[in-house]
């Protein structure tokens, strides 16, 4: 058995199908969700041990780190948010919302989890950053920021971390889960949307967790300090006109 990993947002589209996968590669799982019944529903098919906690909360932060163990080889930070508005519709509350749940909360796990990952020998943290991070969309003010800070929040941690804890993330494009269900769940405006995608589709948990897991194995063990696209090719590719 490998050594422990601790996902937040477990109990989320991303999260779930991450957690899947490092069962399936032999890790053992602390599994935190806000959903006590899918939480404890998913820990129970994967043999895991599990927290229930709201991210918002720095109590929740440190009890969930405690019963997580005290040692880590990998932390998961797949919690985070869609806000579509247009500006004039955006509040300073839905700013830091946004800001707190995705960038803050991901800090003040890992930072939490810092005396338990320096445990192991070498581990690995894998944050979720958003093609809204580096290309400019509308509707997508709080969020593109939000997520910008994701992706400066790792580069930070990766330098200042290094050489011990690898700190990567995955910037995805839009994937089937419940967050963004408003999005696709139209046929014809999931088929519009996959068409802008140089390979047509939208994005798959399990194409975000095949990514998650590979990051946090040894195979990647000379990566850190990327924000690493999974987007079917849309963030640098144009292939008609
Ligand atoms: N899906 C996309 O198109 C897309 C695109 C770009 C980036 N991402 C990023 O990918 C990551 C995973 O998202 P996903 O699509 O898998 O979303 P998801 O299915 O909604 O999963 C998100 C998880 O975060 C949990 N969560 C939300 N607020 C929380 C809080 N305050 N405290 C504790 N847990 C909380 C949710 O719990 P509940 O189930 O209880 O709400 C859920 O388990 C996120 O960072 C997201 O921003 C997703």
Not at 53 to 77: N, P, Q
Not at 198 to 206: A, T, V
Request: net charge positive; aromatic share 4%.
């Amino acid at each position: 058995m490998r050594g422990t990993i601790l996902i937040y947002g477990a109990s989320g589209g991303i999260g779930s199908a991450t957690a899947r996968r490092l069962h399936q590669n032999g890790y053992r799982l602390h599994l935190a969700g806000r959903d006590p019944e899918r939480t404890q529903a998913l820990a129970k098919e994967l043999g895991a041990s599990c927290s229930v906690g709201d991210v918002l909360d720095d109590t929740s932060i440190a009890r969930i780190t405690a019963e997580a163990g005290d040692v880590l080889e990998g932390l998961v930070y797949a919690v985070g948010s869609i806000t579509l508005k247009a500006l004039s519709r955006i509040s300073r509350a839905d700013f830091l919302r946004d800001y707190e749940l995705n960038a803050v909360s991901a800090a003040l796990a890992v930072q939490a989890a810092l005396p338990a990952l320096k445990r192991s020998a070498s581990s690995s943290v894998v944050l979720f950053s958003s093609i809204a991070a580096g290309q400019g969309f509308g509707m997508h003010a709080s969020i593109g920021m939000a997520k910008a800070a994701v992706s400066g929040l790792t580069l930070s941690l990766a330098a200042e971390l290094a050489p011990s804890i690898r700190v990567n993330a995955i910037a995805p494009s839009l994937t089937q889960t419940p967050l963004s269900k408003n999005l696709w769940q139209n046929d014809a405006m999931a088929h519009s949307i996959a068409g802008l995608h140089p390979i047509p589709r939208l994005g798959s948990s399990e194409d975000m967790a095949g990514l998650a897991a590979f990051l946090l194995s040894s195979d990647a063990a000379w990566i850190t300090g990327q924000i690493m696209a999974v987007d079917g090719g849309r963030s640098s590719l144009r292939v008609k006109g």
